[in-house]
């Protein structure tokens, strides 16, 4: 199929300036995000800050009739000018995609053996070849009884254990960026925590970059060596994961911590943000979160503030926490 | 009267051969916020449903203001309409589409409070919860979600209950408006002296709202004590692993796994003793 | 899985254009049907009635008879006129009587449940198993002929078509959250499911109504044209079909194409209409979803 498939390139995902609006309704400005070999980065937003389609667009998936604008790159390859076909290519060798719900993501009529294995014959797998991988990818994401399991509906399964078999699909083409949308949100605590671990163990042995959507600020500072911060279509923060709790740039990321309730340590206040998530299209000028935030000036009505350094972390902030005023 | 506002004896639910809620009991006094948390199939929201006369038990009972309840009665189920009203997770599905927030909020007014103004106190109920009386005119649908909650509580507000059963109220909105609604919640305990019971899956939240908690595991409470207590030294295997899974600063992946082992341990070493008793 | 992104939803729910122009010359041409049958008497230039030898069969544009006269000579427009009270007001009585009797059945089964609901969808499927004309026409023939047993046996045969979806649309209206919601403020089954479930699923009801008008239009005029339905010196446009029997036979088939394409031009409205309230029905849900 595809005689080099080696690629030498260290970055597994580039997005660069990327902005996608609808119709004339912008929903994405002017975005980016670096995914590194073995990396995992998250990206954090409430509802309409557009992590979801930032991660969507690394496959090509982009709402009908969205125009945009800027550059995603697969393992070195343009997606956002890619033929059908190649764009089908870089679905079936370069990135894999695992969704928030495993029962919505798979076909309830189809077993588990045909799902895993349907995706190797397509491209000339041998059929008993194709169910040797699959069994062996069942045991590694931790079914019981894989051989059993390959001839069970998805009804059979509980959500944890059908988040594995997705995610045991994902990985079946070996591919260099696993995107993660809110793979955990449907999931109890505790599964959860199987999960995510499944997750990293797996993706360190391969060294696939990974991009974890989530709304769980502590999720993503936990388990992700960077974190890109969203809101209203753009990114306002890139921070180390562990930087994010101790020293957070941006208002709107400090915000959400003190207003994320915590089980560890004494029981703090809790401080809510004023008004709701915006989108992009009824955000005001300037600074997208300057309605809501508490050092909001004049100077943050003007244009929409650029990226600075501030510690370890990229703030696009006109006065970042921490520094005084 | 200084007793329990609501008391919950061994609460037994059964849908068919499935035992969903296994002798559940706990006494809640006025004004007090109690916590049941749990995971899917822990049947806390069997539990939640049964309070609010949604489902009757098989066995057990519900006692509010010292009045067993029995959720066949009309009668009865106004008079318990009156202490006790719920909120949903849902805040999109819990309004009917056609009708105005107001015109939502007025109908329990009309119903238990038949032949007084009700426009003042709308616009009363909506102030209270942080709503501006325009909003009383729009359809569910144009609010977002936090309003939406809101207004929800502005209308079990009206009928000024004891009680307030909560289900997930939090659970599908974003975190910084979980935290207005969380607010709001306080406020309101302490202005009105309502009682809550919160069920949640998040330990988190419920530490915010509630003193004392249970937490249930496959239908039985597995542990119950003031909440902080729990959460600084949890006592039961189950509860431990609850706790370390949840992700923040410095989260072990192989504690999780060991609390886990532990769990499995233990419930090996009760199921004996499970089958000796009759 | 698809992704909805708020922000886009509220332009996908604008209707299109040309829908709505189709929809308003259905609305007109109902319109005017209504306007027919009610200013018949004024409308008409003849009695319907009225025979005169000399103009039978006389083709559509001759003097005095601008739609042609049949073949004893009566004026075709002023039958048509008069003929539009019946054919319109019969179907209504059949989707008013099934509608009432659908609903009422549909409700009870789906929120009774049980063994209730088990009765009630049973006996709507052995109703179901009937086809409607041969009931209409098996009720004819122990009531005789006219007009109101056709119309009770096509409300009954109709009734489970009406029945199936309220129960469907109420059994998925009921599980919304805001039917429980309602329950624990204290509020009884039967003011819940009348005064919040029903209005919820009403655009439902009448969009399966109108098509329900459509199909009972047809199987009136079918049994008018039988012979069955209408009975003279009454007339409905099924009915002036079978007198124009001779008429098509002597070669002048205008007295009967008149009312065919009326019955037509009718069912197609209705059809429109209905079509269009189903699809603002499943904007709506989508909105709500």
Same mark, same amino acid.
């Given at each position: 199929?595809?005689?080099?498939?080696?690629?030498?390139?260290?970055?597994?995902?580039?997005?660069?300036?990327?902005?996608?609006?609808?119709?004339?309704?912008?929903?994405?400005?002017?975005?980016?995000?670096?995914?590194?070999?073995?990396?995992?980065?998250?990206?954090?937003?409430?509802?309409?800050?557009?992590?979801?389609?930032?991660?969507?667009?690394?496959?090509?998936?982009?709402?009908?009739?969205?125009?945009?604008?800027?550059?995603?790159?697969?393992?070195?390859?343009?997606?956002?000018?890619?033929?059908?076909?190649?764009?089908?290519?870089?679905?079936?060798?370069?990135?894999?995609?695992?969704?928030?719900?495993?029962?919505?993501?798979?076909?309830?009529?189809?077993?588990?053996?045909?799902?895993?294995?349907?995706?190797?014959?397509?491209?000339?797998?041998?059929?008993?070849?194709?169910?040797?991988?699959?069994?062996?990818?069942?045991?590694?994401?931790?079914?019981?009884?894989?051989?059993?399991?390959?001839?069970?509906?998805?009804?059979?399964?509980?959500?944890?254990?059908?988040?594995?078999?997705?995610?045991?699909?994902?990985?079946?083409?070996?591919?260099?960026?696993?995107?993660?949308?809110?793979?955990?949100?449907?999931?109890?605590?505790?599964?959860?925590?199987?999960?995510?671990?499944?997750?990293?163990?797996?993706?360190?042995?391969?060294?696939?970059?990974?991009?974890?959507?989530?709304?769980?600020?502590?999720?993503?500072?936990?388990?992700?060596?960077?974190?890109?911060?969203?809101?209203?279509?753009?990114?306002?923060?890139?921070?180390?994961?562990?930087?994010?709790?101790?020293?957070?740039?941006?208002?709107?990321?400090?915000?959400?911590?003190?207003?994320?309730?915590?089980?560890?340590?004494?029981?703090?206040?809790?401080?809510?943000?004023?008004?709701?998530?915006?989108?992009?299209?009824?955000?005001?000028?300037?600074?997208?979160?300057?309605?809501?935030?508490?050092?909001?000036?004049?100077?943050?009505?003007?244009?929409?503030?650029?990226?600075?350094?501030?510690?370890?972390?990229?703030?696009?902030?006109?006065?970042?926490?921490?520094?005084?005023? | 009267?200084?007793?329990?506002?609501?008391?919950?004896?061994?609460?037994?639910?059964?849908?068919?051969?499935?035992?969903?809620?296994?002798?559940?009991?706990?006494?809640?006094?006025?004004?007090?916020?109690?916590?049941?948390?749990?995971?899917?199939?822990?049947?806390?929201?069997?539990?939640?449903?049964?309070?609010?006369?949604?489902?009757?038990?098989?066995?057990?009972?519900?006692?509010?203001?010292?009045?067993?309840?029995?959720?066949?009665?009309?009668?009865?189920?106004?008079?318990?309409?009156?202490?006790?009203?719920?909120?949903?997770?849902?805040?999109?599905?819990?309004?009917?589409?056609?009708?105005?927030?107001?015109?939502?909020?007025?109908?329990?007014?009309?119903?238990?409070?038949?032949?007084?103004?009700?426009?003042?106190?709308?616009?009363?109920?909506?102030?209270?919860?942080?709503?501006?009386?325009?909003?009383?005119?729009?359809?569910?649908?144009?609010?977002?979600?936090?309003?939406?909650?809101?207004?929800?509580?502005?209308?079990?507000?009206?009928?000024?209950?004891?009680?307030?059963?909560?289900?997930?109220?939090?659970?599908?909105?974003?975190?910084?408006?979980?935290?207005?609604?969380?607010?709001?919640?306080?406020?309101?305990?302490?202005?009105?002296?309502?009682?809550?019971?919160?069920?949640?899956?998040?330990?988190?939240?419920?530490?915010?709202?509630?003193?004392?908690?249970?937490?249930?595991?496959?239908?039985?409470?597995?542990?119950?004590?003031?909440?902080?207590?729990?959460?600084?030294?949890?006592?039961?295997?189950?509860?431990?692993?609850?706790?370390?899974?949840?992700?923040?600063?410095?989260?072990?992946?192989?504690?999780?796994?060991?609390?886990?082992?532990?769990?499995?341990?233990?419930?090996?070493?009760?199921?004996?003793?499970?089958?000796?008793?009759? | 899985?698809?992704?909805?992104?708020?922000?886009?939803?509220?332009?996908?729910?604008?209707?299109?254009?040309?829908?709505?122009?189709?929809?308003?010359?259905?609305?007109?041409?109902?319109?005017?049907?209504?306007?027919?049958?009610?200013?018949?008497?004024?409308?008409?230039?003849?009695?319907?009635?009225?025979?005169?030898?000399?103009?039978?069969?006389?083709?559509?544009?001759?003097?005095?008879?601008?739609?042609?006269?049949?073949?004893?000579?009566?004026?075709?427009?002023?039958?048509?006129?008069?003929?539009?009270? &019946?054919?319109?007001? +019969? !179907? %209504?009585?059949?989707?008013?009587?099934?509608?009432?009797? *659908?609903? $009422? =059945?549909?409700? #009870? /089964?789906?929120?009774?449940?049980?063994?209730?609901?088990?009765?009630?969808?049973?006996?709507?499927?052995?109703?179901?198993?009937?086809?409607?004309?041969?009931?209409?026409?098996?009720?004819?023939?122990?009531?005789?002929?006219?007009?109101?047993?056709?119309?009770?046996?096509?409300?009954?045969?109709?009734?489970?078509?009406?029945?199936?979806?309220?129960?469907?649309?109420?059994?998925?209206?009921?599980?919304?959250?805001?039917?429980?919601?309602?329950?624990?403020?204290?509020?009884?089954?039967?003011?819940?499911?009348?005064?919040?479930? &029903?209005?919820?699923? +009403? !655009? %439902?009801?009448?969009?399966?109504?109108?098509?329900?008008? *459509?199909? $009972? =239009?047809?199987? #009136? /005029?079918?049994?008018?044209?039988?012979?069955?339905?209408?009975?003279?010196?009454?007339?409905?446009?099924?009915?002036?079909?079978?007198?124009?029997?001779?008429?098509?036979?002597?070669?002048?088939?205008?007295?009967?194409?008149?009312?065919?394409?009326?019955?037509?031009?009718?069912?197609?409205?209705?059809?429109?209409?209905?079509?269009?309230?189903?699809?603002?029905?499943?904007?709506?849900?989508?909105?709500?979803?």
């Amino acid at each position: 199929m595809n005689p080099d498939k080696t690629d030498k390139t260290d970055t597994v995902l580039e997005i660069a300036g990327l902005s996608l609006a609808v119709r004339g309704t912008p929903l994405l400005a002017d975005v980016t995000l670096r995914v590194a070999r073995g990396e995992t980065v998250g990206l954090v937003g409430e509802s309409g800050s557009g992590k979801s389609l930032t991660v969507r667009s690394a496959l090509g998936m982009l709402p009908r009739g969205a125009r945009a604008s800027g550059s995603v790159a697969v393992a070195g390859e343009q997606v956002l000018t890619a033929s059908p076909r190649a764009l089908r290519e870089i679905r079936r060798t370069r990135a894999s995609m695992v969704f928030q719900d495993p029962r919505a993501a798979l076909n309830p009529v189809r077993r588990i053996g045909d799902y895993l294995t349907e995706g190797l014959r397509a491209r000339g797998v041998p059929r008993r070849a194709a169910e040797a991988r699959a069994l062996d990818l069942l045991e590694r994401v931790g079914i019981r009884d894989p051989r059993g399991a390959l001839r069970r509906f998805p009804h059979e399964f509980s959500g944890g254990m059908l988040q594995r078999v997705v995610i045991a699909g994902a990985l079946a083409t070996e591919p260099a960026l696993l995107l993660a949308d809110e793979p955990t949100t449907a999931l109890d605590v505790t599964t959860q925590a199987e999960v995510v671990a499944l997750l990293r163990g797996l993706q360190r042995e391969h060294g696939t970059g990974m991009v974890f959507v989530t709304h769980d600020l502590d999720l993503a500072a936990a388990i992700c060596d960077r974190v890109y911060v969203m809101y209203a279509g753009r990114t306002v923060e890139e921070a180390p994961g562990a930087a994010l709790f101790g020293a957070p740039g941006h208002p709107y990321t400090r915000a959400l911590l003190e207003a994320s309730p915590s089980v560890r340590g004494e029981r703090a206040e809790l401080r809510a943000i004023a008004g709701r998530p915006r989108a992009l299209a009824e955000a005001p000028t300037g600074c997208a979160f300057r309605d809501r935030c508490p050092k909001a000036a004049d100077a943050c009505a003007a244009d929409v503030p650029a990226a600075i350094a501030h510690g370890l972390s990229l703030v696009a902030c006109l006065d970042p926490e921490g520094t005084g005023r | 009267m200084t007793g329990p506002v609501l008391r919950v004896t061994s609460l037994v639910k059964r849908f068919g051969g499935f035992t969903a809620v296994d002798g559940v009991g706990f006494e809640l006094p006025p004004g007090h916020s109690l916590g049941i948390v749990g995971e899917s199939g822990s049947g806390k929201t069997t539990t939640a449903r049964i309070l609010a006369g949604l489902e009757t038990p098989t066995s057990g009972t519900v006692e509010l203001d010292g009045r067993v309840l029995d959720a066949r009665s009309r009668r009865d189920r106004r008079w318990q309409a009156r202490r006790l009203q719920m909120i949903f997770q849902d805040p999109h599905g819990s309004f009917d589409p056609r009708l105005t927030i107001a015109q939502s909020i007025a109908e329990p007014l009309r119903l238990h409070a038949p032949g007084t103004d009700h426009r003042a106190r709308v616009s009363e109920l909506l102030e209270q919860v942080g709503l501006s009386a325009r909003l009383g005119g729009a359809l569910p649908r144009d609010l977002s979600g936090g309003q939406r909650q809101r207004a929800a509580i502005a209308r079990a507000l009206g009928i000024t209950p004891r009680v307030l059963v909560l289900d997930e109220a939090v659970a599908a909105l974003d975190v910084s408006i979980q935290a207005q609604i969380l607010g709001l919640l306080a406020d309101l305990r302490r202005d009105a002296g309502i009682a809550y019971v919160f069920v949640s899956h998040d330990l988190a939240v419920v530490r915010h709202v509630t003193e004392t908690a249970l937490v249930m595991r496959h239908g039985r409470v597995v542990e119950s004590g003031p909440t902080e207590e729990i959460l600084r030294a949890p006592a039961h295997p189950y509860t431990r692993l609850l706790l370390d899974s949840i992700p923040g600063p410095g989260w072990d992946l192989e504690r999780v796994a060991r609390d886990r082992r532990a769990l499995d341990a233990a419930d090996h070493a009760a199921a004996p003793v499970k089958r000796a008793a009759p | 899985m698809t992704l909805t992104i708020p922000a886009l939803r509220a332009r996908r729910t604008r209707p299109r254009k040309r829908g709505r122009l189709t929809v308003r010359c259905a609305l007109g041409l109902l319109g005017l049907a209504a306007c027919a049958a009610l200013f018949a008497p004024v409308l008409a230039p003849h009695s319907p009635d009225a025979t005169s030898l000399s103009a039978s069969l006389a083709p559509p544009g001759t003097s005095g008879y601008w739609l042609g006269a049949d073949s004893t000579g009566r004026d075709v427009l002023s039958r048509l006129l008069y003929g539009a009270r &019946l054919s319109l007001l +019969a !179907p %209504l009585g059949v989707v008013l009587l099934s509608g009432v009797l *659908g609903t $009422a =059945l549909g409700l #009870l /089964a789906a929120r009774a449940g049980g063994w209730a609901d088990a009765v009630v969808s049973r006996s709507m499927d052995v109703v179901f198993a009937f086809p409607s004309l041969l009931l209409a026409m098996l009720v004819v023939a122990v009531a005789g002929p006219g007009l109101l047993a056709p119309i009770c046996a096509l409300a009954v045969s109709y009734t489970p078509f009406i029945g199936r979806i309220v129960r469907g649309a109420a059994l998925q209206e009921g599980a919304r959250p805001y039917v429980e919601a309602y329950r624990v403020m204290g509020f009884g089954e039967l003011t819940v499911t009348l005064r919040h479930l &029903l209005p919820n699923i +009403a !655009p %439902l009801l009448a969009a399966q109504s109108a098509l329900g008008f *459509g199909y $009972a =239009l047809v199987d #009136l /005029a079918s049994l008018s044209y039988l012979g069955l339905g209408v009975q003279p010196p009454n007339a409905d446009w099924g009915s002036m079909i079978n007198q124009a029997r001779g008429a098509i036979l002597q070669g002048s088939p205008w007295s009967a194409i008149v009312p065919g394409v009326a019955v037509l031009l009718t069912v197609v409205s209705v059809n429109v209409l209905g079509e269009h309230i189903s699809a603002s029905v499943a904007r709506r849900q989508e909105v709500k979803g």
